[in-house]
């Protein structure tokens, strides 16, 4: 079965007479860990950082990633406006730069030591493990968040995946991945 596709202009064609609850769909998704990432822009108010597990791969040619944005995240105002971003993929090293985006009321630029701007105007944290500054191609409301589609433009990669551990989301909590954890 496919779903009705939405916009963010139009509603979806069909509704669903029965749904999981929110806490019961957030139950389920909490056994599902989520590679960490940050993400920031700046549309020309200031820098703007969030904490997202939703980045995801989608194209290898061209270059494409989306990710997604809850309407309540106080960054959501600027990615809906923003023409670039910042998508910053986190190992277990860069932990703290993880919570600095997932703090809610705090000023995520005041240590002005731990981040710069791109030449191209875009903020960008240093020593994370990976950056990729990339155009915004696309945007889809999907319930209460936005989906976005970015297409990679330029990139840094500080550690390899193999030198560090990765760094997971899951059940509420923060994960490290290594060589301990492999199942295989």
Known sequence: MS???TTSHNEPEHRFTSSLS???FKA???GHPGGVAV????????????????????SAEPPLLIFSVSAL???SAVLARAETVVVHLLDAHDLEVAKLGSTSGIDRFAQTH????????????????????????????????????AHALQAQLERDASEGAALVYHNRSWHRLGDHSRID
């Not at 993400?39 to 989608?58: N, Q, R, W």
């Not at 731990?114 to 903020?123: A, D, I, K, M």
Request: hydrophobic share 45%; proline share 6%; charged share 20%.
């Open 28 to 30: 389920l998704f909490r």
């Open 22 to 24: 929110p806490d019961d």
């Open 114 to 149: 731990r981040w710069s701007r791109l030449v191209t105007g875009e903020p960008v944290y240093h020593d994370v493990r990976a950056w990729v500054r990339c155009a915004v191609i696309g945007r889809m409301d999907a319930g209460g968040s936005t989906v976005i589609a």
């Open 73 to 75: 995240s106080s960054a």
């Open 39 to 58: 993400i920031t822009a700046d549309a020309g108010d200031g820098p703007v950082a969030l904490t997202a597990t939703s980045v995801s791969s989608v």
């Open 3 to 5: 779903l009705p596709a």
